[in-house]
């Protein structure tokens, strides 16, 4: 059982920044395929925001994020990171870190059998 628990999210202005983290249980990347960032507006449904391959540097970016966030990982502390810049106020929402242990496309949230409890983001203009 992977276990995954997010920090990081706040309130910020537009144009800011704020990096996300994901602590994983014992030996996350090891037991994965692949670890994501997926968000959920109210009214909205969840999407994926970005994706990185466990264990390796091949990452995955929605179109609305690329150039503006960065995922990587920490293996030996077993931790996703998401760093925001340039937010947006459409950035806001509740984001989820979330693993799989199967394959697909990175991007999209039925691949994942894991999922945090999330942390909320909110950019104001």
């Known amino acids: 059982q992977v276990q995954l628990a997010e920090s990081g999210g706040g309130a910020v202005q537009a144009g800011g920044s704020l990096r996300l983290s994901c602590a994983g249980s014992?030996?996350?990347?090891?037991?994965?395929?692949?670890m994501a960032w997926f968000r959920q507006a109210p009214g909205k449904e969840r999407e994926g925001v970005a994706a990185i391959r466990s264990g390796y540097t091949f990452t995955y970016y929605a179109d609305f994020v690329k150039g503006r966030f960065t995922i990587s990982q920490d293996n030996a502390q077993n931790t996703l990171y998401l760093e925001m810049n340039s937010l947006k106020p459409e950035d806001t929402g509740m984001y989820y870190c979330?693993?799989?242990?199967?394959?697909?496309?990175?991007?999209?949230?039925?691949?994942?059998?894991?999922w945090g409890q999330g942390t909320q983001v909110t950019v104001s203009s």
């Open positions: 979330a693993a799989s242990s199967g394959w697909g496309n990175p991007l999209r949230g039925d691949n994942y059998n894991y």
């Open positions: 014992g030996r996350t990347a090891a037991r994965t395929s692949y």
